[in-house]
T-cell receptor, first 111, second 117 residues
């Protein structure tokens, strides 16, 4: 059974810092991995999608990497801003679009 | 504007009273799915659909039904709701795995908060 873990559960950093969020999964047979952000009371917004054949994806200040062999993905956020405060979730896609989510990292960027 | 729309956004009901949460997308996506989000348990997949008339169970399908009669709509049906179905529900859609340029990117609705008394 696929399990997805995100550490830490919560993170608070001052504005301007670069930071890394971690996601680990137990079964390397994944189709792709996706990172989302969720603002309080809102739905999820897709940030980055990494296909199983890829090693990283970049969008603006965000960079996500994938190491299937070790069952790990990281989300790197450069020059963090207060507007980046949210919960970040990773999800692995296996088989015909069955998704398993991690429990998320609640990120707070302090001005 | 590309969007996934869920209704109702908030609902309080009583045990055993059938209810339907609707989900509609305007992106012509083949894939649609339902999730519930609970504190300490995170997001868990209830059902998904790869296309019209094609549905399959996720990890927590008990107590739920779905149908996919039209491409744009994917309603979630609770035939006899119970208090353990009190949760925040999300619908999502995706272009599906066969389009290489946008494979699997998920678009979520705003959520439906359901309370069963």
């Amino acid at each position: 059974k696929q399990e997805v873990t995100q550490i830490p559960a919560a993170l608070s950093v001052p504005e301007g810092e670069n930071l890394v969020l971690n996601c680990s999964f137990t079964d390397s047979a994944i189709y792709n991995l996706q990172w989302f952000r969720q603002d309080p009371g809102k739905g999820l917004t897709s940030l980055l999608l990494i296909q199983s054949s890829q090693r990283e994806q970049t969008s603006g200040r965000l960079n996500a990497s994938l190491d299937k062999s070790s069952g790990r993905s990281t989300l790197y956020i450069a020059a963090s801003q207060p507007g980046d405060s949210a919960t970040y979730l990773c999800a692995v896609v296996r088989g015909a679009q069955k998704l398993v989510f991690g429990q998320g990292t609640r990120l707070t960027i302090n001005p | 504007e590309a969007q996934v729309t869920q209704n109702p956004r908030y609902l309080i009901t009583v045990t055993g009273k059938k209810l339907t949460v609707t989900c509609s997308q305007n992106m012509n996506h083949e894939y649609m799915s339902w999730y519930r989000q609970d504190p300490g348990l995170g997001l868990r997949q209830i059902y998904y659909s790869m296309n019209v008339e094609v549905t399959d169970k996720g990890d927590v399908p008990e107590g739920y039904k779905v149908s996919r009669k039209e491409k744009r709509n994917f309603p979630l049906i609770l035939e006899s709701p119970s208090p353990n179905q009190t949760s925040l529900y999300f619908c999502a859609s995706s272009s599906g795995p066969h389009r290489e340029s946008r494979v699997g990117e998920l678009f979520f609705g705003e959520g439906s908060r359901l309370t069963v008394l």
